[in-house]
């Protein structure tokens, strides 16, 4: 079944940490460049941060220097550590290839709430 996974979001207060995790069958991630996004209500979802199967990695400029992305390419899961939280980073945090496929369903994501 193809799918994807994502866990570790929650409530913490600003300067805070949080690693999400996305587990993807192994159609969706072998090879392919990931990525993860994030969505509020009423906004398109944005990209966050992307890794390539070789392990290049990018961000988007608001979280540069503040999220780390990464991967494990033997259980195809993809990381986001994410240090100095800002609550402007308060969202739904999706993992999926990039570019996205529409083929491919979004899971459930993960609620990051960044809150004092």
């Known amino acids: 079944q193809v799918q994807l996974v994502e866990s570790g979001g929650g409530l913490v207060q600003p300067g805070g940490s949080l690693r999400l995790s996305c587990a993807a069958s192994r159609s969706i991630f072998t090879g392919y460049t990931m990525g993860w996004y994030r969505q509020v209500p009423g906004k398109q979802r944005e990209l966050v941060a992307t890794?390539?199967?070789?392990?290049?990695?990018r961000y988007a400029d608001s979280v540069k220097g503040r999220f780390t992305i990464s991967r494990d390419n033997g259980k195809n899961t993809v990381y986001l550590q994410m240090n100095s939280l800002k609550s402007e980073d308060t969202a739904v945090y999706y993992c999926?290839?990039?570019?996205?496929?529409?083929?491919?369903?979004w899971g459930q994501g993960t609620q990051v709430t960044v809150s004092s």
């Open positions: 999926n290839r990039n570019p996205y496929n529409p083929q491919i369903s």
């Open positions: 890794i390539t199967s070789g392990g290049l990695t």
